[in-house]
């Protein structure tokens, strides 16, 4: 899917590749200041260049099929702070956790948000629908099960079978 398959991204390993989606350019919207909002990078399956069904999490608004389903940085989640160190955030959507782990920026994106357990968008900002500042606590129980499924992915990259093994940017 790079370059030599017309599409842009890079390859991450483990049958997934990245894809760098433009958001939009309104000068409030900056993380940086640059007049630029935050990029993200979509992990998409590689199975879906072989017409193969995606292994990826269904949508929140799957039950809608005849509907565009609004991105997951578009929806604002009800966010509780987790009490973990790495995965600071998760959300129950239609069932489905969602969980946020924060990265060593600016080496890596801010936050990697997984979906029911697999990757889903690397951020570069906090969404502006995301109401991250004065998320309430999860109890401990729900917290734990919130993050069980990605718990081993503490390290940048490590859902992707490439973990950064930078101790500046990715100690554990």
């Known amino acids: 899917m790079g370059a030599a398959d017309g599409l842009p991204g890079d390859r991450r390993g483990n049958g997934w590749w990245t894809v760098v989606v433009s958001m939009s350019r309104h000068p409030r919207r900056s993380a940086r200041g640059n007049g ?39 929806i604002a989640a009800p966010w509780r702070r987790t009490g973990m160190r790495r995965f600071l955030f998760a959300a129950r959507m239609d069932g489905v956790w969602w969980v946020l782990r924060i990265n060593g920026f600016p080496d890596h994106p801010l936050w990697t948000l997984f979906v029911d357990g697999r990757p889903r968008l690397d951020l570069d ?14 109890d401990e129980e729900a917290a734990r099960e919130a993050v069980a499924p990605v718990g081993a992915f503490v390290v940048y990259g490590s859902e992707v079978g490439r973990p950064c093994d930078d101790p500046v940017c990715c100690e554990v």
């Not at 269904?58 to 005849?66: N, Q, T």
């Not at 900002?125 to 999860?138: R, S």
Request: aromatic share 2%; hydrophobic share 40%.
């Open 125 to 138: 900002g906090t969404p502006a629908a995301w109401e991250l500042k004065e998320a309430p606590a999860l």
């Open 36 to 74: 630029r909002a935050p990029s993200a990078h979509v992990l998409i399956p590689s199975a879906l260049r072989a017409g193969e069904p995606p292994n990826a999490a269904p949508s929140p608004s799957a039950r809608h099929p005849g509907l565009m389903a609004p991105r997951e940085h578009e």
